[in-house]
Protein backbone atom coordinates (compact mmCIF):
# COMPACT_ATOMS: atom_id res chain seq x y z
CA UNK A 1 0.00 0.00 0.00
CA UNK A 2 2.17 2.99 -1.47
CA UNK A 3 2.09 6.37 0.36
CA UNK A 4 -0.33 8.85 -1.89
CA UNK A 5 -1.16 12.22 -2.16
CA UNK A 6 -3.55 11.01 0.53
CA UNK A 7 -3.31 12.36 4.44
CA UNK A 8 -1.60 10.08 6.45
CA UNK A 9 -5.62 9.81 8.38
CA UNK A 10 -7.06 8.71 5.66
CA UNK A 11 -4.30 6.03 4.58
CA UNK A 12 -4.98 5.12 7.79
CA UNK A 13 -8.42 5.54 7.64
CA UNK A 14 -8.42 3.33 4.60
CA UNK A 15 -6.01 0.46 5.84
CA UNK A 16 -8.74 0.08 9.06
CA UNK A 17 -11.79 -0.06 6.37
CA UNK A 18 -10.43 -1.90 4.18
CA UNK A 19 -8.41 -4.81 6.27
CA UNK A 20 -9.53 -4.76 9.86
CA UNK A 21 -10.66 -7.57 10.49
CA UNK A 22 -7.28 -9.18 9.15
CA UNK A 23 -5.28 -6.62 11.87
CA UNK A 24 -4.95 -7.84 15.17
CA UNK A 25 -6.19 -5.61 17.51
CA UNK A 26 -3.12 -4.48 18.82
CA UNK A 27 -2.20 -3.25 15.02
CA UNK A 28 -5.35 -1.44 14.92
CA UNK A 29 -3.90 0.85 17.46
CA UNK A 30 -0.31 0.28 17.13
CA UNK A 31 -0.72 1.47 13.02
CA UNK A 32 -2.09 5.00 14.18
CA UNK A 33 1.29 5.73 15.16
CA UNK A 34 2.85 5.13 11.68
CA UNK A 35 2.62 8.33 8.80
CA UNK A 36 3.34 5.83 6.20
CA UNK A 37 2.01 2.11 5.47
CA UNK A 38 3.75 -0.24 2.96
CA UNK A 39 3.04 -3.54 3.83
CA UNK A 40 0.17 -5.17 6.64
CA UNK A 41 2.21 -8.79 6.49
CA UNK A 42 -2.12 -10.01 6.06
CA UNK A 43 -1.48 -13.35 5.28
CA UNK A 44 0.94 -14.05 8.16
CA UNK A 45 0.26 -16.55 10.97
CA UNK A 46 0.65 -13.04 13.00
CA UNK A 47 1.01 -12.98 17.05
CA UNK A 48 -2.41 -11.94 19.10
CA UNK A 49 -0.17 -9.34 20.89
CA UNK A 50 -1.99 -7.56 24.24
CA UNK A 51 -0.97 -4.42 25.53
CA UNK A 52 0.44 -4.85 28.90
CA UNK A 53 0.73 -8.68 28.65
CA UNK A 54 4.57 -9.79 29.70
CA UNK A 55 7.03 -10.47 27.52
CA UNK A 56 6.45 -6.89 25.87
CA UNK A 57 3.01 -7.68 25.25
CA UNK A 58 3.51 -11.19 24.15
CA UNK A 59 6.15 -9.98 21.27
CA UNK A 60 9.49 -11.41 23.08
CA UNK A 61 10.82 -14.73 24.35
CA UNK A 62 12.17 -14.94 27.44
CA UNK A 63 15.45 -13.94 26.20
CA UNK A 64 14.05 -10.92 24.88
CA UNK A 65 14.26 -11.98 21.04
CA UNK A 66 11.88 -10.89 19.13
CA UNK A 67 9.82 -13.56 18.20
CA UNK A 68 9.95 -12.92 14.26
CA UNK A 69 6.74 -14.66 12.14
CA UNK A 70 7.37 -15.10 8.21
CA UNK A 71 5.89 -13.00 5.87
CA UNK A 72 4.97 -10.79 8.66
CA UNK A 73 5.59 -6.93 8.87
CA UNK A 74 8.45 -4.59 10.22
CA UNK A 75 7.27 -1.35 10.59
CA UNK A 76 4.29 -1.53 8.05
CA UNK A 77 7.33 -1.57 5.48
CA UNK A 78 9.52 -4.70 5.94
CA UNK A 79 8.21 -8.18 4.97
CA UNK A 80 10.06 -10.68 7.16
CA UNK A 81 11.26 -14.01 4.49
CA UNK A 82 13.57 -15.82 6.52
CA UNK A 83 16.25 -15.86 9.71
CA UNK A 84 19.65 -15.32 7.83
CA UNK A 85 21.54 -15.00 11.48
CA UNK A 86 21.51 -15.39 15.26
CA UNK A 87 23.37 -13.98 17.86
CA UNK A 88 24.19 -12.94 21.66
CA UNK A 89 22.87 -9.55 20.76
CA UNK A 90 19.62 -10.78 18.68
CA UNK A 91 18.95 -11.78 15.35
CA UNK A 92 19.04 -10.80 11.50
CA UNK A 93 16.20 -11.03 9.20
CA UNK A 94 16.28 -11.40 5.62
CA UNK A 95 13.73 -8.78 4.39
CA UNK A 96 11.68 -7.65 1.43
CA UNK A 97 11.77 -3.35 1.96
CA UNK A 98 7.97 -2.91 0.29
CA UNK A 99 9.02 0.96 -0.10
CA UNK A 100 12.04 0.76 -1.89
CA UNK A 101 11.75 -2.83 -3.75
CA UNK A 102 14.92 -4.29 -2.25
CA UNK A 103 15.94 -6.97 -0.10
CA UNK A 104 17.75 -5.91 2.97
CA UNK A 105 19.27 -7.90 5.98
CA UNK A 106 17.54 -6.23 9.57
CA UNK A 107 19.57 -6.60 12.42
CA UNK A 108 17.17 -6.86 15.60
CA UNK A 109 18.72 -6.08 18.74
CA UNK A 110 17.42 -7.96 22.18
CA UNK A 111 14.72 -6.05 23.88
CA UNK A 112 16.97 -5.68 26.63
CA UNK A 113 19.44 -2.38 28.22
CA UNK A 114 22.31 -3.76 28.05
CA UNK A 115 22.14 -4.27 24.75
CA UNK A 116 20.19 -1.73 23.59
CA UNK A 117 23.25 0.11 24.88
CA UNK A 118 25.83 -1.23 23.01
CA UNK A 119 23.59 -1.39 19.74
CA UNK A 120 23.91 2.74 19.92
CA UNK A 121 27.79 2.48 20.13
CA UNK A 122 27.90 0.12 16.84
CA UNK A 123 25.41 2.56 15.47
CA UNK A 124 28.01 5.13 16.14
CA UNK A 125 30.94 3.68 14.81
CA UNK A 126 28.50 2.35 11.79
CA UNK A 127 27.55 6.06 11.17
CA UNK A 128 31.09 7.66 11.34
CA UNK A 129 32.05 4.33 8.61
CA UNK A 130 29.34 5.54 6.04
CA UNK A 131 30.93 9.13 6.40
CA UNK A 132 34.28 8.40 5.85
CA UNK A 133 33.94 5.62 3.12
CA UNK A 134 31.42 7.65 1.05
CA UNK A 135 33.02 6.37 -2.16
CA UNK A 136 31.99 2.44 -1.07
CA UNK A 137 36.08 1.64 -1.60
CA UNK A 138 36.57 0.23 2.17
CA UNK A 139 35.05 -3.25 1.89
CA UNK A 140 32.55 -2.61 4.68
CA UNK A 141 28.83 -2.97 5.38
CA UNK A 142 26.58 0.52 5.08
CA UNK A 143 24.27 0.76 7.83
CA UNK A 144 20.74 2.06 5.82
CA UNK A 145 18.74 3.32 8.34
CA UNK A 146 17.71 2.58 11.89
CA UNK A 147 13.93 2.22 13.67
CA UNK A 148 12.33 1.53 16.45
CA UNK A 149 9.50 -1.64 16.54
CA UNK A 150 8.07 -2.98 19.09
CA UNK A 151 10.07 -1.91 22.03
CA UNK A 152 13.33 -3.40 19.73
CA UNK A 153 15.82 -1.19 17.98
CA UNK A 154 16.37 -2.51 14.37
CA UNK A 155 19.06 -1.79 11.98
CA UNK A 156 18.62 -2.02 8.36
CA UNK A 157 21.68 -3.28 6.02
CA UNK A 158 22.01 -3.58 2.65
CA UNK A 159 22.00 -7.69 1.76
CA UNK A 160 25.06 -9.62 0.95
CA UNK A 161 26.38 -13.10 0.31
CA UNK A 162 27.67 -16.27 1.89
CA UNK A 163 30.38 -15.51 4.71
CA UNK A 164 33.93 -16.73 4.60
CA UNK A 165 33.43 -19.42 6.86
CA UNK A 166 30.53 -20.67 4.55
CA UNK A 167 31.91 -20.64 1.99
CA UNK A 168 35.34 -22.62 3.20
CA UNK A 169 32.64 -25.45 3.82
CA UNK A 170 31.09 -25.38 0.39
CA UNK A 171 35.09 -26.11 -0.68
CA UNK A 172 34.95 -29.10 1.53
CA UNK A 173 37.45 -27.39 3.64
CA UNK A 174 40.04 -27.18 1.47
CA UNK A 175 40.79 -23.83 1.43
CA UNK A 176 41.66 -21.59 -1.69
CA UNK A 177 44.38 -20.56 -4.22
CA UNK A 178 46.77 -17.75 -2.90
CA UNK A 179 45.72 -15.30 -5.66
CA UNK A 180 42.26 -15.16 -4.23
CA UNK A 181 42.92 -14.96 -0.84
CA UNK A 182 45.99 -11.91 -2.02
CA UNK A 183 42.51 -10.48 -3.12
CA UNK A 184 40.89 -11.10 -0.20
CA UNK A 185 43.94 -9.59 2.12
CA UNK A 186 43.86 -6.53 -0.04
CA UNK A 187 40.34 -6.22 0.95
CA UNK A 188 40.90 -6.36 4.40
CA UNK A 189 43.45 -4.51 4.55
CA UNK A 190 41.45 -1.46 2.95
CA UNK A 191 38.99 -1.90 5.62
CA UNK A 192 41.21 -1.94 8.90
CA UNK A 193 43.51 0.82 7.26
CA UNK A 194 40.11 3.25 7.33
CA UNK A 195 39.71 1.73 10.57
CA UNK A 196 43.14 2.37 11.92
CA UNK A 197 42.69 5.94 10.88
CA UNK A 198 39.36 6.60 12.73
CA UNK A 199 41.10 4.61 15.98
CA UNK A 200 38.61 1.64 15.95
CA UNK A 201 39.17 -2.23 17.12
CA UNK A 202 36.06 -4.01 15.48
CA UNK A 203 36.89 -6.50 18.05
CA UNK A 204 35.24 -10.00 16.24
CA UNK A 205 36.91 -10.26 12.98
CA UNK A 206 36.51 -13.56 11.66
CA UNK A 207 35.38 -15.62 8.64
CA UNK A 208 31.93 -15.32 9.50
CA UNK A 209 32.05 -11.99 9.80
CA UNK A 210 33.19 -11.41 6.14
CA UNK A 211 30.72 -12.21 3.26
CA UNK A 212 30.60 -11.95 -0.39
CA UNK A 213 29.79 -8.71 -2.16
CA UNK A 214 28.94 -8.30 -5.68
CA UNK A 215 30.21 -4.94 -5.57
CA UNK A 216 33.71 -3.16 -4.70
CA UNK A 217 37.12 -4.24 -4.90
CA UNK A 218 37.65 -7.93 -3.27
CA UNK A 219 34.35 -8.66 -3.60
CA UNK A 220 34.19 -8.95 0.06
CA UNK A 221 32.32 -6.61 2.91
CA UNK A 222 33.46 -6.65 6.71
CA UNK A 223 30.00 -6.76 8.75
CA UNK A 224 29.35 -7.03 12.18
CA UNK A 225 30.12 -4.35 14.70
CA UNK A 226 28.59 -5.25 17.58
CA UNK A 227 31.64 -5.41 19.60
CA UNK A 228 33.43 -2.72 18.25
CA UNK A 229 35.08 0.19 19.95
CA UNK A 230 36.95 3.55 20.51
CA UNK A 231 40.99 2.30 21.25
CA UNK A 232 40.41 4.82 23.83
CA UNK A 233 36.93 3.94 24.73
CA UNK A 234 37.11 0.09 25.39
CA UNK A 235 33.92 -1.37 27.10
CA UNK A 236 34.83 -5.14 27.57
CA UNK A 237 37.88 -6.98 28.55
CA UNK A 238 35.94 -10.25 27.53
CA UNK A 239 36.39 -9.70 23.41
CA UNK A 240 36.86 -11.58 19.92
CA UNK A 241 36.12 -15.63 18.81
CA UNK A 242 38.62 -17.99 20.61
CA UNK A 243 40.72 -18.89 17.54
CA UNK A 244 41.09 -15.51 16.29
CA UNK A 245 42.29 -14.22 20.47
CA UNK A 246 45.04 -11.82 20.57
CA UNK A 247 47.33 -13.15 22.95
CA UNK A 248 46.93 -10.07 24.51
CA UNK A 249 43.56 -10.14 24.90
CA UNK A 250 43.92 -13.64 26.72
CA UNK A 251 46.26 -12.90 28.99
CA UNK A 252 45.04 -9.72 29.96
CA UNK A 253 47.17 -6.61 28.47
CA UNK A 254 45.34 -4.00 27.50
CA UNK A 255 44.61 -4.40 23.90
CA UNK A 256 44.14 -1.77 20.91
CA UNK A 257 43.80 -1.93 17.08
CA UNK A 258 46.68 -4.81 16.85
CA UNK A 259 44.21 -7.58 17.61
CA UNK A 260 42.33 -6.88 14.78
CA UNK A 261 45.65 -7.67 12.38
CA UNK A 262 46.16 -11.04 15.00
CA UNK A 263 42.75 -11.80 13.62
CA UNK A 264 43.66 -11.08 9.85
CA UNK A 265 46.95 -13.44 10.32
CA UNK A 266 44.37 -16.37 11.69
CA UNK A 267 41.90 -15.65 8.60
CA UNK A 268 44.81 -16.29 6.33
CA UNK A 269 46.27 -19.39 7.74
CA UNK A 270 42.67 -20.80 7.62
CA UNK A 271 41.61 -19.26 4.26
CA UNK A 272 44.75 -21.17 2.60
CA UNK A 273 44.79 -24.34 4.70
CA UNK A 274 40.55 -24.37 5.00
CA UNK A 275 40.88 -25.20 8.94
CA UNK A 276 41.77 -22.96 11.75
CA UNK A 277 45.87 -22.29 12.78
CA UNK A 278 45.17 -22.16 16.31
CA UNK A 279 42.01 -24.75 17.21
CA UNK A 280 41.78 -24.49 21.04
CA UNK A 281 38.95 -25.65 23.12
CA UNK A 282 39.90 -23.28 25.71
CA UNK A 283 41.89 -20.36 26.59
CA UNK A 284 44.47 -22.32 27.84
CA UNK A 285 44.53 -24.79 25.13
CA UNK A 286 44.23 -21.58 22.92
CA UNK A 287 48.35 -20.50 24.20
CA UNK A 288 49.41 -23.67 24.06
CA UNK A 289 47.91 -23.64 20.30
CA UNK A 290 50.26 -20.19 19.56
CA UNK A 291 52.89 -21.45 21.12
CA UNK A 292 53.22 -24.72 19.63
CA UNK A 293 53.63 -22.94 15.97
CA UNK A 294 55.20 -19.44 17.37
CA UNK A 295 57.50 -20.63 20.52
CA UNK A 296 57.05 -19.39 23.78
CA UNK A 297 56.48 -15.47 24.07
CA UNK A 298 58.73 -13.32 25.54
CA UNK A 299 59.29 -13.30 28.82
CA UNK A 300 58.67 -9.35 29.60
CA UNK A 301 55.08 -10.31 27.80
CA UNK A 302 54.45 -13.19 30.52
CA UNK A 303 55.62 -11.09 33.87
CA UNK A 304 53.34 -8.48 32.67
CA UNK A 305 50.55 -9.96 31.92
CA UNK A 306 47.52 -9.90 34.43
CA UNK A 307 46.45 -13.46 33.92
CA UNK A 308 49.87 -15.00 34.19
CA UNK A 309 49.07 -17.33 36.32
CA UNK A 310 46.28 -19.22 34.43
CA UNK A 311 48.85 -20.25 31.79
CA UNK A 312 52.60 -20.16 32.97
CA UNK A 313 54.08 -21.20 36.50
CA UNK A 314 55.74 -18.55 39.19
CA UNK A 315 59.16 -19.71 36.93
CA UNK A 316 57.22 -18.10 34.06
CA UNK A 317 56.76 -22.19 32.66
CA UNK A 318 54.09 -22.77 30.18
CA UNK A 319 51.13 -24.71 32.18
CA UNK A 320 50.93 -28.58 30.54
CA UNK A 321 47.94 -29.03 29.37
CA UNK A 322 45.93 -31.94 27.61
CA UNK A 323 42.66 -31.34 25.70
CA UNK A 324 39.63 -33.68 24.87
CA UNK A 325 41.24 -35.59 22.90
CA UNK A 326 44.36 -36.43 25.46
CA UNK A 327 46.59 -34.24 23.11
CA UNK A 328 49.97 -32.11 24.66
CA UNK A 329 51.02 -29.50 22.54
CA UNK A 330 54.69 -28.49 23.45
CA UNK A 331 55.71 -24.90 22.08
CA UNK A 332 58.05 -24.78 19.21
CA UNK A 333 57.18 -27.85 18.33
CA UNK A 334 56.04 -26.64 14.79
CA UNK A 335 57.01 -24.55 11.53
CA UNK A 336 54.29 -22.40 10.00
CA UNK A 337 55.25 -23.19 6.52
CA UNK A 338 54.56 -27.10 7.63
CA UNK A 339 51.39 -26.16 9.64
CA UNK A 340 50.26 -24.50 6.22
CA UNK A 341 52.08 -26.60 3.68
CA UNK A 342 53.18 -24.29 2.27
CA UNK A 343 56.84 -22.80 1.23
CA UNK A 344 55.68 -19.63 -0.25
CA UNK A 345 58.39 -17.11 1.66
CA UNK A 346 55.90 -13.75 0.83
CA UNK A 347 53.10 -15.23 2.01
CA UNK A 348 54.46 -17.22 5.29
CA UNK A 349 56.02 -13.43 5.96
CA UNK A 350 53.33 -11.55 5.91
CA UNK A 351 51.64 -13.99 8.28
CA UNK A 352 54.35 -13.83 10.79
CA UNK A 353 54.40 -10.13 10.87
CA UNK A 354 50.15 -10.56 11.83
CA UNK A 355 50.81 -13.28 14.49
CA UNK A 356 54.05 -11.84 16.45
CA UNK A 357 53.54 -12.42 20.56
CA UNK A 358 54.00 -8.09 21.17
CA UNK A 359 51.16 -6.08 19.56
CA UNK A 360 53.92 -2.83 19.30
CA UNK A 361 55.86 -4.95 16.40
CA UNK A 362 53.04 -6.47 14.45
CA UNK A 363 51.88 -5.12 11.46
CA UNK A 364 49.71 -2.82 10.44
CA UNK A 365 47.67 -1.99 8.10
CA UNK A 366 49.43 0.28 6.38
CA UNK A 367 52.53 -1.83 6.21
CA UNK A 368 50.33 -4.78 5.21
CA UNK A 369 49.32 -3.07 2.33
CA UNK A 370 53.07 -2.11 1.38
CA UNK A 371 54.08 -5.59 1.97
CA UNK A 372 55.58 -7.35 -1.00
CA UNK A 373 53.33 -10.40 -1.18
CA UNK A 374 50.58 -7.64 -1.42
CA UNK A 375 52.00 -5.47 -4.14
CA UNK A 376 53.00 -8.68 -6.21
CA UNK A 377 49.01 -8.72 -7.16
CA UNK A 378 49.36 -5.06 -8.77
CA UNK A 379 46.05 -4.03 -7.18
CA UNK A 380 46.29 -0.37 -8.08
CA UNK A 381 46.66 -1.09 -11.60
CA UNK A 382 43.52 -0.16 -13.64
CA UNK A 383 42.26 -3.61 -14.61
CA UNK A 384 40.83 -3.24 -18.42
CA UNK A 385 37.22 -4.19 -18.48
CA UNK A 386 37.79 -7.51 -21.04
CA UNK A 387 36.44 -11.21 -20.70
CA UNK A 388 39.31 -12.82 -19.13
CA UNK A 389 41.43 -15.18 -21.11
CA UNK A 390 40.08 -18.99 -21.52
CA UNK A 391 42.84 -20.76 -20.53
CA UNK A 392 46.46 -19.84 -18.58
CA UNK A 393 48.61 -21.50 -16.48
CA UNK A 394 48.64 -20.99 -12.77
CA UNK A 395 51.89 -19.71 -11.06
CA UNK A 396 52.80 -22.47 -8.88
CA UNK A 397 54.15 -20.19 -6.26
CA UNK A 398 51.00 -18.38 -5.78
CA UNK A 399 47.86 -21.12 -6.15
CA UNK A 400 47.21 -24.65 -5.33
CA UNK A 401 46.70 -27.14 -8.50
CA UNK A 402 43.07 -27.91 -9.33
CA UNK A 403 41.74 -25.39 -6.68
CA UNK A 404 39.91 -23.17 -9.55
CA UNK A 405 37.53 -25.92 -10.42
CA UNK A 406 36.28 -26.51 -7.08
CA UNK A 407 35.73 -22.78 -5.98
CA UNK A 408 33.68 -22.21 -9.61
CA UNK A 409 31.09 -24.20 -8.43
CA UNK A 410 30.52 -23.09 -5.40
CA UNK A 411 30.14 -19.70 -6.38
CA UNK A 412 27.25 -20.25 -8.56
CA UNK A 413 24.60 -20.19 -5.61
CA UNK A 414 26.16 -16.63 -4.57
CA UNK A 415 24.87 -15.31 -7.78
CA UNK A 416 27.92 -13.58 -8.09
CA UNK A 417 30.15 -12.32 -11.38
CA UNK A 418 31.19 -15.84 -11.59
CA UNK A 419 33.75 -14.88 -14.80
CA UNK A 420 35.18 -12.44 -12.72
CA UNK A 421 35.78 -13.81 -9.66
CA UNK A 422 37.55 -17.33 -11.24
CA UNK A 423 39.81 -14.41 -13.39
CA UNK A 424 41.12 -13.33 -9.58
CA UNK A 425 41.41 -17.06 -8.40
CA UNK A 426 43.37 -18.04 -11.23
CA UNK A 427 45.33 -15.50 -11.94
CA UNK A 428 45.21 -13.11 -9.68
Not at 100 to 114: D, G, T, Y
Not at 140 to 155: A, G, T
Request: net charge positive; with cysteine.
Amino acid sequence: MPKTNNSTSSLLAEALKNFKDRMTEFEQEEIMDYAEIWFLGLGSQKIEGSQGSPQNSGYDDGHGSYVRVLHDHIGYRFEVLEVIGKGYFGQVLKCLDHKNNELVAIKMIRNKKRFHHQALVELKILDVIKRKDKDNLHNVIHVKEYFYFRNHLCISFELLGVNLYELIKKNNFQGFSLALIRRFTYALLRCLQMLHREKIIHCDLKPENILLSQRGPGNIKVVDFGSSCYEQQKVYTYIQSRFYRSPEVIMGHPYSMAIDMWSLGCILAELYTGYPIFPGESEMEQIACIMEVLGAPPNDFVQSAARRRLFFDSKGNPRSITNSKGKKRRPNSKELSATLKTNNALFLDFIKRCLTWDPTKRMTPDEGLQHEWILEGNFNRVRPRTKPPAKKASDSSTSKPGKSVRVRSIYLPCMLDIQRTVHFMNFG
